[in-house]
C-alpha cells in the first residue's frame, strides 16, 4: 500500500506554520515516495491527559513522524507499545509459473494453514488472496473474532506475514512446502517482541513569545520505532493533535 500520491500531508505538515512548512522546502513527494505505508489523522486530548497511543495502521516501525499540536506536549517514541511478528519473503518469482498443487504449510499463533495452490495463483496479488483464503478457512483470528490479513505485500513486491497480535507470543512459523523457493521463503519461527517502557520523552512546547490561533508546537523527526504515546502538558487546556507515521523506507531520498 504505497502512498504516492493518494494521501496528502501537505496539510497535515506544516499547517499555517512557516518553520515546518521551511522543513519540507525540499521536494514533499520524494520523501513519501520512498515509503510505503503511513497512518495519518488527528485525536483532541483532553487538559492533562496522558498516554494517548499513536495509532499506526499499517505502519510496523515508523521511520518518518511529524506531530502537531495546539499546545504543549510530550512525545515519547516507544510508548508501551508490543509488537506483532513479521517475517518477509526475498527474491520471490512473480509470475509464480505455478501449475497448480504446490504447497505452503505455515502456523500463525500456532494455528496451522495449509496452502494449496492453483493453476491461477501466478501474481502477487492472487499469491496474497490464496493464503489469506487458507488462513481464513483455518481459522486465524484477531483478538475480536475476526478473520485477520496475515499475507501482504511488503512494499517492494515481496511477500510479507504479519500475525494478528503482538507480544512474544504472536508468531509466524514457516515450515514447509513446495513452493518456498518461489515464493521467496526459508523455513524459520520469528515472533513479536513486548511492550517496552519507552525511550525519554521529548518535550515540544509553543513559542514563549509568539501566541495566535495558527501558532503550533510540533515535532518532525526520522526515528524507527514502534509505537508513539502523547501526553498534553497543558493542565488547564484541551489540545487538537495532527500525526503522520511513515515506515518501511526503503531508499534514502537524494538532496533531502
Known sequence: MGIRTNIDLSFQVGRNNALSNLAFDGDLQLILDTLEFTSAGTAALDAGETN?????????????????????????????????????????????????????????NNVAVPVVFDVLDQTLAQVINRINSAAALAGVTDGAGVPATVARDNGSGQLRFVAPTTGIASEIDIQSGTSLATLGLTVAVTNGTEATAGQAPLRLALPSSVRGDNVRSFALMTLQTGGLTINNLDPASGIEVTYAVCGDLVTTPVGC
Do not use: C, H, K, W
Open 52 to 108: 494517548y497511543v499513536v495509532p499506526f495502521g499499517d505502519v510496523v516501525n515508523a521511520r518518518l513522524i511529524y506531530v502537531e499540536s495546539t499546545g504543549p506536549f510530550s512525545l515519547t517514541p516507544g510508548g508501551g507499545l508490543s509488537i506483532a511478528a513479521q517475517a518477509d519473503g526475498a527474491g520471490g518469482s512473480f509470475a509464480t509459473g505455478f501449475v497448480g498443487g504446490e504447497t505452503l504449510t505455515l502456523e500463525v
